[in-house]
């Protein structure tokens, strides 16, 4: 029995590593996710039904039914969630996944206190366990807005640094002395826990794909350090894995911010040092209408369109697409540009765009589209501030200088569709809308475009 | 220091398998698309609820009558379920919409 069980998790952690492997491309991608369920699946079966223990029907029953509520409850939030609702929804279940760490520290610590590593790994899964579970659930409360935004309490560096030094000495302290308290355990938890929320509020929502990504790679982590618990290879390399994809992630939404994972975690951005305040006069604005737009456009050879988040807040993403397939219809070549920080977890304009039908192969990443802003007739953008501005280059005052940009300001001719002149989400006034190759379509996003797409139609 | 190289010493297979573990997950992860990134996360925190895996251990271990284990099990066991099935649930829904038209 016990080898039977032992291949079934070789198999299983193979198809992880195959499944992780596939998601790599998208024609892949769909079959690697299900080679990497079914293995989830095998796994778990496994676990319930291979072994010589014995068990009473009680508690088979009791894992009958919680896997049957979890699961039905799981695919019901899966198949009913919208596509802008996906960074809330990834931190709410990996919040979850971080709980269920927690819970198995709770109910094995007891019994391990006698064994320094047991008890090492027990514990420090309680604390990320703790910490994933809270930290994500005020990630999902900032998401989806029912939160404010940001919320410091003052000195919170440093009451940070010492909740979780005090966590580290407290957890140190149980270890060593092995003592054996239902107090003592339940502290360890709520301190944990304490320490996820004090460590997410006062993180911006600008930062919010840095903070999603990390905790993802911490909630690998803990399921890591379960497996270390039970010596099961399948729960360490299955949380490894999510581990590293959590870092690298993390590392990439940092450098396409031009942030360090420091300073988003004790960050000052958007602070009252932000140049907000400096509203001095750039220029003249130059505004233009649906038709003139659409005369221009339609007579363009290449066209760039540059989605940002608000183009989701609009529900635009369809009549982005229309117009899109309107111009390409029309002998245009027309692409997306996509920042690797549009949207609000890491490739989330992609998603947006995706379900609207616009073929992945026309959505461009920032290096690869940046060289062709020079041949590009016109560029489109709609609902995005900061990964245009120009500041980001040419101001080391700014606070988003030294950020990678879409460099839209080298095509001939720039098109904003914007509701007012109000700063973007970091609230730094952008160079670009006084550039004199700029035209304004005020507006809001949907009707702005429903209306060049009607006047395209005329044309 | 000497405890740390006990421990060491005491886990050498599990530290080798964690070490080698890292670096194909680095390997495997950083060429993936960030046309992608969004799958990929939902994907692999779906991966994240194999903790489910010790969550049904410690209910298959608990005494029948310890209703505090079997409580705490219950619920993490639902809780990495709903995270193993939503995860890859929406993460094809999510691939679903990924289809190049001819």
């Known amino acids: 029995m016990g080898i039977l069980l032992n291949i079934i998790y ?31 699946g095998l796994a778990i079966l496994g676990t319930v039904f291979v072994h010589e223990q014995q068990v009473s029907p009680l508690i088979y029953i009791l894992i009958g039914v919680a896997i049957l509520i979890g699961s039905i409850i799981g695919w019901l939030i899966a198949i009913k969630v919208e596509m802008t609702k996906m960074p809330e929804l990834v931190s709410l279940f990996n919040g979850f996944g971080g709980a269920s760490a927690a819970l198995i520290g709770l109910v094995e610590y007891g019994k391990n206190v006698n064994y320094a590593t047991q008890s090492t790994t027990i514990v420090s899964g309680i604390i990320i366990g703790a910490i994933t579970f809270s930290g994500s659930l005020i990630a999902w409360g900032k998401l989806n807005g029912s939160l404010k935004s940001v919320v410091r309490i003052p000195y919170y560096n440093i009451i ?43 993180i911006g929502g600008a930062d919010m794909p840095v903070v999603i990504s990390l905790l993802n790679s911490l909630t ?85 369109i540059v989605p940002g988040y608000g183009l989701a807040v609009a529900q635009a993403q369809h009549v982005i697409h229309e117009l899109e397939e309107m111009l390409t219809r029309k002998g245009v070549n027309v692409k997306y540009a996509i920042h690797p920080v ?118 | 220091m000497n405890e740390f190289l006990e421990f060491i010493e005491n886990n050498l297979q599990i530290t080798y398998i964690l070490i080698l573990a890292i670096f194909v997950g680095v390997e495997v992860i950083k060429s993936i698309p960030a046309v992608l990134h969004t799958p990929l996360m939902s994907g692999a925190n779906a991966l994240s609820g194999v903790v489910i ?14 209703y505090v284990a079997l409580t705490l099990g219950f619920i993490a066991v639902v809780l990495g379920v709903l995270n193993v099935v939503g995860g890859f649930a929406v993460t094809d829904r999510m691939l679903q919409m990924f289809k190049r038209k001819k």
Request: aromatic share 6%; hydrophobic share 50%; with cysteine.
């Open chain 1, 10 to 40: 070789l198999i299983a952690t193979v198809t992880f590593i195959v499944g992780l492997k596939m998601l790599g491309h998208p024609e892949t991608a769909k079959k690697g996710n299900s080679i990497a369920a079914a293995g989830m």
């Open chain 1, 160 to 202: 940070n640094n010492i909740t979780i030094i005090g966590i580290i000495i407290f957890a140190a302290f149980m270890v060593t002395t092995g003592v054996d308290s239902q107090l003592v355990l339940y502290t360890l938890l709520a301190a944990g826990l304490i320490y996820g929320i004090l460590f997410v509020l006062p």
């Open chain 1, 220 to 304: 690998g982590i803990a399921a890591a350090i379960t497996g270390i618990l039970y010596n099961n290879m399948v729960m360490l390399v299955g949380g490894i894995l999510v581990g590293s994809a959590g870092i690298i992630l993390t590392v990439a939404m940092c450098k396409a911010m031009n942030r360090t994972l420091g300073s988003v975690i004790f960050g000052a951005f958007g602070g009252a040092t932000a140049t907000a305040g400096e509203n001095k006069a750039l220029g003249s604005i130059k505004s233009t209408t649906a038709s003139d737009a659409a005369i221009m456009m339609n007579y363009a050879n290449n066209v760039v």
């Open chain 1, 342 to 459: 549009a949207g609000r977890m890491p490739g989330h304009m992609n998603v947006l765009l995706a379900e609207s039908n616009v073929e992945y192969n026309m959505l461009v990443e920032m290096e690869d589209i940046n060289p062709q802003f020079s041949n590009t007739d016109i560029v489109l953008v709609v609902g995005a501030n900061d990964v245009v501005n120009p500041a980001a280059h040419n101001n080391p005052t700014s606070p988003i200088y030294g950020m990678p940009i879409l460099d839209v300001e080298n095509a001939k001719h720039i098109i904003v569709n914007k509701r007012s002149m109000n700063a973007g989400y970091a609230g730094i006034e952008n160079e670009l809308f006084y550039n004199s190759k700029t035209s304004m379509l005020f507006g809001d996003a949907k009707a702005a475009l429903t209306d060049l797409v009607a006047e395209m139609k005329n044309i």
């Open chain 2, 53 to 66: 895996v010790g969550a049904i251990l410690v209910m298959l271990h608990a005494d029948p009558t310890d």
